[in-house]
C-alpha cells in the first residue's frame, strides 16, 4: 500500500489543521493506520491510532481530547483533526499502516509495515 500525507501547515498556537492520509494499493479497510510525529532531534513518537474498522482508536496522552482519529475506508483516506494546537506539536507527522492483526493497539514505529512521506505542521506561539 501506498500512503499520501497533506494538510500540514504553519498555525497559531490555539489553531486547528487537518491531516489527511491517502492509501493507495491494497485494501485500505484490511489494515490498521495511525499517526506518529518526528521533532527535530527527537526519536519518532506516536500520536493516534485507529482498527481496520475504525471502531477502535486509541491516542497518546499529550493528544487526547485536542486530537481525533477518523477514517473513510470508502475514500481509502486517514484523518488527523488537531485541534487547541501547541507549539509542542510542531513535527512532521507521518501516516503509518500495519496488516498485523492488532498491531494498531500498539503504538510503536516497528509495529507498522508501511509509511508516508511526512507532512510538516508548524505551530507558532
Known amino acids: 500500500v501506498q500512503l499520501q500525507a497533506s494538510g500540514g501547515g504553519l498555525e497559531q498556537a490555539g489553531g486547528s489543521l487537518r491531516l489527511s492520509c491517502a492509501a493507495s494499493?491494497?485494501?485500505?479497510?484490511?489494515?490498521?493506520m495511525g499517526w506518529f510525529r518526528q521533532a527535530p532531534g527527537k526519536e519518532r513518537e506516536f500520536v493516534a491510532a485507529?482498527?481496520?474498522?475504525?471502531?477502535?482508536?486509541h491516542y497518546a496522552d499529550s493528544v487526547k481530547d485536542r486530537f481525533t482519529l477518523s477514517r473513510d475506508n470508502a475514500k481509502n483516506t486517514l484523518y488527523l483533526q488537531m485541534n487547541s494546537l501547541k507549539p509542542e506539536d510542531t513535527a512532521v507527522y507521518y501516516c503509518?499502516?500495519?496488516?498485523?492483526?492488532?498491531?494498531?493497539?500498539?503504538?510503536?514505529?516497528?509495529?507498522?509495515?508501511?509509511w508516508g512521506q511526512g507532512t510538516q505542521v508548524t505551530v507558532s506561539s
Open positions: 503509518a499502516s500495519t496488516y498485523r492483526p492488532y498491531n494498531w493497539t500498539k503504538g510503536t514505529p516497528v509495529s507498522y509495515d508501511y
Open positions: 485507529v482498527s481496520r474498522g475504525g471502531a477502535g482508536t
Open positions: 494499493g491494497r485494501t485500505f479497510s484490511s489494515y490498521g
